[in-house]
């Protein structure tokens, strides 16, 4: 079992990647600002309070685990603001993972990031820049800093979120030529991702996700 390190862990998909990887045995250092008022709990969990750009935080967080997940998330109403939280945590994750020795990261960006771009319909493509614009273009330059990186990397990029329990019913687009948009479950992803993490397919691929 995996020791991993799951970076936003305390809401959305990285809370989801947090309660798939707990059922499926592996310990998890669920790091969040908000860790401590997390109400999960069990055996092999361990809450982790901290900043995920600041240091310090993420160099003692990187402690002894095989396996980040960075499943980072900024709240609507600051969509239509500047946004550097992806690339200034990507920029201070990359460094300490290699400083660390811990190779392997599974970011979760989103369709529409990098060369995902071109796939986004003619209709969508405007209202998609207006809302999030912002947001991807830091997502952008998240996934660059990665892929400049020494590190084994998997970028996960799941189509339009939506409440629900896990199914193991969806699509894994790996193949550009495949990439479309489409619903999927914040615990379907998780899904994904705890797989990856039990069985690496993926690696240095970026796969979008669809129910």
């Given at each position: 079992m995996a020791h991993i390190l799951v970076i936003g862990a305390s809401k959305g998909i990285g809370l989801e990647t947090v309660k798939a990887a707990l059922a499926a045995g592996h310990r998890v250092r669920a790091f969040a600002r908000s860790a401590a008022a997390m109400t999960l709990s069990g055996p092999g969990l361990e809450r982790f309070s901290g900043d995920a750009v600041n240091a310090g935080d993420v160099a003692s967080a990187l402690d002894g685990v095989d396996i980040v997940v960075q499943a980072l998330g900024v709240p609507a109403k600051n969509l239509l603001g500047p946004v550097s939280l992806f690339?200034?945590?990507?920029?201070?994750?990359?460094?300490?993972?290699?400083?660390?020795?811990?190779?392997?990261?599974?970011?979760?960006?989103?369709?529409?990031?990098?060369?995902?771009?071109?796939?986004?319909?003619?209709?969508?493509?405007?209202?998609?820049?207006?809302?999030?614009?912002?947001a991807y273009d830091d997502k952008d330059a998240q996934e660059m800093r990665i892929r400049k990186s020494s590190l084994d990397w998997t970028f996960v990029r799941p189509g339009i979120l939506v409440p629900g329990s896990a199914t193991g019913r969806y699509k894994i687009l790996a193949e550009a030529s495949a990439w479309r948009n489409g619903l999927i479950s914040r615990a379907d992803v998780a899904h994904f991702i705890v797989g990856e993490i039990d069985r690496p397919a993926y690696a240095r691929r970026a796969v979008v996700l669809i129910g």
């Open positions: 690339s200034d945590a990507t920029n201070v994750l990359v460094p300490a993972m290699e400083q660390a020795g811990v190779r392997r990261v599974v970011a979760v960006t989103g369709f529409g990031t990098g060369d995902s771009r071109e796939a986004i319909g003619l209709l969508q493509r405007v209202p998609f820049r207006l809302v999030f614009g912002r």
